[in-house]
């Protein structure tokens, strides 16, 4: 059984179709770990001098110019006609089906659309990068807001090329969530919406509110940072494939996976709980990624499924988990021993009561268990427009 | 005068053939930067599963087969013929002369060798630094010695693919340093070597020792980075546009000179003179890099010149700068501050001269200025053979 299972994960390198289809793939996977590692390093490390980001801009742009033309190589046509069928038979692995099925969906869309589509993309993206994270720093929408007409124009033109059957939208979120529309998320959102508004509602008028005042204090952020990679290796996240950094928004880069698997946090000097929560939200998508099997490595195939699945995981960690009593009865001698001084009076329950307060926010990523869904919603319902 | 000086700084963009000129090498610097950024992370930052730097080997090999193509663009050759000898009219400027040279130079060089050859240069030279890396933490040569042949076996045919008049070395000096040669080195390092030689026999003959063990103590990594920071703010080094990081060996990428120039250091936390002089000699490097115009920026024109004119700007810093007292008047209070434990009782004069010690060593970037030298000559006998 065990057998079967692994020889399942093997690409079968003995069919000259699979190992031509792998050769191409591969170096398609190689451009775009180098886009990743441009993005990461754009997030944590870029000079902030205006010249950098532009220069980063034209150096983004003419990488996915190339990473197109190695996604749209004719060969890779031919090869994926001749294996979309064939595939299916008993002889393929699954890995191989996997194979043919991830980049004919990759081949197919990235044929619908220009490659002076793509740079320009990749242009604006690292250009609204620059201008987003200086309007944050001084709070000013209006500096960001041409930068954000002019992404979902292109992303307009996206949705056209890519063609769909009810929305303009469907086009997008299949981009995220293969298969997915509008008509069915509305579905699922309405008794999601329904529920945590009542939910909501209920817990407002109720007059309880969690004291959640041991959460703010001054925490320097590297001791963050330090507290961030103790919580990580708690969770079985491995450092031998990773690294941690700061950036403006926290995210994941699984740039290689299995092998290299990154994760950024946005310490917050007045209130610990965005670090923490962020910490184990991303350790949630960074276990994820470095599960996936080693054979797979440097093929589309390596790495998450789609954005559902890795949302499933890193909020299955953060709520189910990084707020349960349970989880912090084994970790929070960590919290403590990062900021005695802080912490020295508080006990693991009090600490995990106080990462379980609802309220109402502004800000997505520091919303709790219940208001995030209603982030999620109202995102969605702004998109979708 | 000063207007005549800038406009010769700046590309004959209205010229059709310097404006194509420019898009095809500016999209091969942004690769180019692209694969700089590659090495940078993989010194500084890559996680050390063999997995990730396995991958970023593949990674690299590919993105230098696409730098290879863009480079050896049969585009490229037509323009510069038609430019190499129109570009010393007088309407065209100093740069378009330095574009067409450094663009004739690249093409030339690239058109000799074929691409796989390339991509397998960048793969073994991947290997070889995670081999090297991991040998030096064991000091196992042994384990290195396999991947140092590969790389001498494939230099040695770079060496003949591009031809050389009288010694094969002197195909691969002019990658340095254009039209260098091993008979004009021969005479030149003849009189370093007896001087230095004879120098350093009499300094041992004189009795006469620096005492260096203020140097020596156990000093926080992180406390000697935060030195070097500060230290090179003071010699005009721009974090705007840089940064620094740890790396097994110093060194300074210039990925997008002048906008984004970086420096690394290796803190021995026995002897702290390791990275202080590093942090003075690549801030002469990165302070070379940053003086590039912004003109000739995402040009092969932007940046040092040559290796020579690059080791004269961090070798003044280091040697003629940083080993003077005057400097240290300066500078020293910063040193105090850092490691009080260690320098509150000694004067900058003291540790100045500590900086002096002459004394010959097996590591050539901790040599002192007498037996710098010497390691150089050493080496290039070494490579000669």
């Known amino acids: 059984m065990l057998t079967q299972e692994t020889r399942s994960l093997e690409f079968?390198?003995?069919?000259?179709?699979?190992?031509?289809l792998l050769e191409l793939v591969q170096r398609a996977e190689d451009l775009k770990a180098l886009n990743d590692l441009a993005e990461w390093d754009q997030n944590t490390q870029l000079p902030q001098a205006d010249g950098a980001g532009e220069l980063r801009g034209h150096q983004m742009a003419t990488l996915q110019g190339v990473l197109h033309e190695s996604r749209t190589n004719l060969r890779l046509g031919s090869l994926l006609d001749a294996l979309d069928e064939a595939v299916k038979d008993a002889q393929f692995t699954d890995a191989d089906r996997g194979l043919v099925r991830v980049t004919r969906r990759m081949f197919d869309q990235a044929t619908k659309l220009p490659r002076k589509l793509v740079e320009e993309i990749a242009r604006v993206g690292a250009g609204s990068f620059e201008a987003w994270r200086?309007?944050?720093?001084?709070?000013?929408?209006?500096?960001f807001a041409p930068w954000l007409g002019r992404t979902v124009t292109l992303q307009r033109e996206v949705a056209d090329r890519f063609g769909y059957a009810e929305t303009r939208y469907d086009a997008l979120l299949d981009l995220y969530e293969p298969g997915m529309t509008v008509r069915k998320l509305d579905a699922l959102f309405r008794p999601v919406r329904e529920v945590s508004t009542t939910l909501l509602r209920r817990i407002e008028a109720s007059g309880n509110t969690v004291d959640d005042s041991c959460l703010e204090g001054d925490f320097d952020s590297e001791k963050q940072v330090a507290l961030s990679r103790t919580l990580l290796e708690g969770m079985g996240y491995d450092f031998s494939r990773g690294a941690i950094a700061i950036s403006p928004h926290p995210f994941t880069s699984g740039l290689s996976s299995p092998y290299d698997v990154r994760v950024t946090i946005h310490p917050d000097r007045r209130y610990i709980q965005a670090s923490i929560m962020a910490a184990i939200h991303e350790g949630g998508h960074a276990l994820y990624e470095q599960g996936s099997a080693e054979s797979l490595a440097r093929t589309p195939v390596a790495g998450g499924v789609s954005m559902g699945m890795h949302e499933s995981q890193?909020?299955?960690w953060e709520n189910a988990i990084g707020r349960s009593e349970a989880f912090w009865r084994g970790q929070y001698a960590a919290v403590q021993k990062a900021f005695p001084e802080h912490f020295a009076s508080v006990d693991a329950a009090t600490f995990a009561r106080a990462l379980n307060r609802v309220q109402p926010s502004l800000i997505r990523i520091e919303a709790d268990e219940v208001t995030y869904n209603l982030h999620i919603i109202v995102r969605y319902e702004l998109e979708k427009e």
């Open 314 to 316: 890193s909020r299955l």
């Open 134 to 143: 200086r309007a944050r720093e001084r709070n000013d929408f209006a500096s």
């Open 12 to 20: 079968s390198r003995s069919d000259a179709r699979i190992a031509e």
